[in-house]
């Protein structure tokens, strides 16, 4: 188990290390950098530019030297702590982000909790009772939860809280905890407000759940042991639970890996839409104005977060399958 | 003891009997005309058998196509153009389609309307007015328009009477006739999926065909890269490559880079579907004949190899279009995709951007019914041709 537990952090680094790669390209694209926009904000704004300070300050985030040792600059320093400086805010990037990026954690963290409540019950259902109204009933209701936009279905949630409670559901928590320092009125406060944007992100996700589990489920229920568990008159619910159901939820941990990004993704629009405190909007609005290393570092930190949590999927899948954990070390 | 031929006289030579009735040598194992037809059904044949099982795939596809012929004609099947503005009709809402007056059958036609301003909301009240019937009229004379950018036309399936309005989904705040534009919006976003995926198809073919055949390091190195690609969220990433796009692109050229990102994005599972297909295959003893007989590989992989998964890469496609379709739509949602002049569903839905809109124009939010739909559709009928890609199971 310890040697695989090794390999896969192994595996890890160049994952990332390519991911960095890719991040970094992406951020350095737009031609010109924040500072050209900077200026040409300036100036239609009519004020004064003072040109040497725009180049004492390229001179001294590194703009003067080629992308290649700045990449590398960057690395260093994220492997140190140091995400870089956030010009927009003039703030060191890890004092902007704050909270926002727990915040993404725990609402990502909480919707799948929610997403394998709602699709566990109903890929069973679907799974023993295939075919029937049932199964078509609520495989229709998950596929429409992933029909339907995100951001729509925030904006009419939004509504319809307004008029039904008559209470506003933007933000994260109520205003005045925003900025606050945690407390355990603040933690209240967000649990009240975290089960908006944890149904809107999850509709999208159960979908594709319901359906591998039942897939999964299904394969198992017509393999040849459950036919022998139910001619030996072992109890219908028996037949269901104590192997088949074992084996499906091998995939249902595995399936973290694939879940994960898509939550994250939905959380970002979501995000946007309801302004909450996580990392989207503050991430559109870096992207906009090419503050290049707030930007990057949210990107690497989403890519961390998914790349941690498929880690932690196939440790846990290990733990349960001691198939997966003997060909460790070996490449399939 | 047979009594009808008696026996020869003994010495004389026995006598050959023949049957003249013609015999059939498989009588044993004959099978019913209905068996008959399954066993020398062609491969293609049971699929859309198979197919043909699955209801809601068949009603997927025929809606699919219908919408797909929709916005061939949508200069014909609009009842305005796309930009027509109706300055006194500004976010007048869904007009009814009557069929009686007065108890009396006119056909369809709407009641023709007054609009009075709220001096103290600013809001537009629209009421019907009861005596001026207004008959739809049908292949009639409307806004002129260039049918595909190429003919000079003004025909149309349906427009309003003389001097009438017909706003059967309302209008927007330039008063433009949601309808219509949501019919134009349909051959942008319907579109926008299909060339995101061919571009994906055909990378996550070579892509995923040369990795699964050759194996090895390049093996190797796609594996990593579709790890990494998988592992990062793709809104963001498409947020971060739409953000790329210089704002002096012309409308036409941004649709073609967002369609590139979707495709550029959206390869891995198809090239993952490649692979372990390919690893799968290349097993069988047909390829190991073809080898023996000196094909070399890339007619290995295109002629024998490449056939034998079509099906299920084209239900995997099918699969992956409504994220595409989604994604457009996100994307122009926060203004970094598409962008007006060009008219998508995602540009017709930034109209309901706020909660206000929501609650005085709920309208605005129509176009989201043909997205749902046809993102149902395309699911639908992705299940439908997975399962008959295997028609022998």
Not at chain 1, 76 to 81: E, Y
Not at chain 2, 254 to 272: K, N
Request: with cysteine; aromatic share 12%; glycine share 8%.
């Amino acid at each position: 188990m310890l040697r695989y537990i090794v390999w896969r952090i192994a595996v890890m680094v160049p994952t990332l290390l390519i991911i960095s790669a890719l991040v970094f390209t992406i951020i350095e694209l737009p031609p010109g950098d924040y500072f050209d926009s900077y200026v040409a904000e300036l100036r239609a704004q009519g004020e004064g530019v003072d040109s040497d300070r725009i180049e004492m300050m390229r001179k001294e985030y590194g703009f003067d030297k080629p992308p290649v040792i700045r990449y590398f600059y960057w690395v260093g320093g994220m492997l140190q702590g140091d995400f870089g400086y956030s010009f927009e805010y003039e703030l060191p990037v890890r004092d902007v982000v704050g909270d926002r990026m727990w915040l993404t954690v725990l609402v990502s963290f909480v919707t799948i909790i929610f997403t394998w409540l709602i699709a566990f019950p109903i890929g069973m259902y679907s799974a023993t009772h295939q075919y029937s109204w049932g199964d078509y009933g609520l495989t229709f209701l998950g596929l429409l939860g992933l029909a339907i936009p995100n951001f729509m279905l925030a904006l009419i949630l939004m509504y319809f809280a307004n008029i039904w409670f008559g209470t506003s559901i933007g933000h994260l928590m109520d205003q005045q905890y925003l900025g606050q320092p945690m407390s355990w009125d603040k933690a209240k406060s967000i649990l009240a407000h975290l089960w908006i944007p944890v149904l809107i992100i999850g509709t999208g996700g159960t979908a594709s759940m319901i359906r591998r589990l039942r897939a999964n489920l299904l394969d198992e229920l017509h393999k040849q042991y459950v036919v022998t568990a139910r001619a030996k008159g072992l109890s219908p619910f028996k037949t269901l639970v104590k192997y088949p159901l074992r084996m499906a939820l091998n995939f249902f941990i595995s399936d973290i890996g694939s879940i994960l990004p898509a939550i994250i993704s939905g959380a970002e629009i979501t995000a946007i839409v309801l302004s909450l405190e996580t990392t989207g909007p503050m991430l559109i609005k870096a992207l906009q104005s090419q503050d290049m290393y707030l930007a990057g570092s949210f990107l690497m930190f989403l890519a961390f977060l998914t790349v941690i949590g498929v880690l932690i999927s196939d440790l846990a899948l290990a733990l349960l399958d001691p198939r997966i954990r003997l060909q460790g070390g070996s490449t399939k | 003891m047979n009594t009808h031929s008696p026996l020869p006289a003994p010495g004389a030579p026995l006598q050959h009997y023949v049957s003249t009735a013609p015999f059939d040598p498989q009588s044993v194992e004959a099978m019913t005309p209905e068996q008959a037809k399954v066993f020398q059904a062609s491969q293609l044949r049971l699929m859309w058998w198979k197919f043909r099982k699955h209801r809601l795939a068949v009603v997927s596809g025929v809606f699919l196509l219908a919408l797909y012929l929709v916005i061939m004609f949508c200069e014909f099947l609009a009842p305005y153009n796309l930009h027509t503005r109706n300055m006194d009709f500004i976010y007048a809402p869904p007009q009814r389609v009557h069929l009686f007056h007065n108890g009396q059958f006119v056909g369809p036609f709407v009641y023709g309307r007054q609009m009075t301003l709220d001096m103290d909301t600013l809001k537009r009240n629209y009421t019907e007015k009861q005596d001026e019937v207004q008959p739809i009229r049908f292949f009639c004379k409307g806004d002129s328009y260039r049918f595909w950018g190429l003919i000079e036309g003004d025909r149309h399936f349906v427009c309003p009477a003389e001097n009438g309005q017909l706003f059967l989904a309302g209008t927007d705040r330039l008063g433009r006739d949601v309808l219509s534009r949501i019919i134009y919006g349909a051959r942008i976003s319907l579109t926008i999926g299909l060339v995101g995926i061919s571009f994906s198809f055909v990378l996550g073919i070579v892509i995923g065909g040369l990795a699964g055949y050759h194996g090895g390091v390049f093996d190797l190195i796609v594996q990593r890269i579709i790890e990494v690609l998988q592992s990062i969220p793709s809104i963001p990433l498409w947020l971060s490559l739409a953000a790329i796009m210089p704002i002096t692109w012309s409308p036409i050229l941004i649709y073609f880079g967002i369609t590139v990102i979707l495709g550029l994005l959206d390869w891995t599972g198809l090239a993952r579907a490649v692979r372990s297909k390919l690893l799968a295959l290349r097993e069988e003893d047909y390829v190991l004949a073809a080898q023996l007989m000196g094909a070399k590989s890339s007619r290995i992989i295109g002629r024998h190899l490449i056939p034998g998964f079509m099906s299920h890469l084209i239900a995997t496609a099918t699969i992956s279009i409504p994220g595409m379709i989604l994604g457009e739509t996100a994307l122009s949602f926060l203004g970094l995709g598409l962008r007006a002049p060009i008219t998508s569903w995602g540009i017709l839905l930034t109209e309901a951007r706020s909660v206000s809109v929501i609650a005085f124009y709920p309208w605005l939010l129509l176009p989201m019914v043909p997205v749902v739909l046809v993102i149902l559709a395309f699911n639908f009928l992705g299940d439908g041709l997975r399962d008959a890609a295997d028609p022998y199971k």
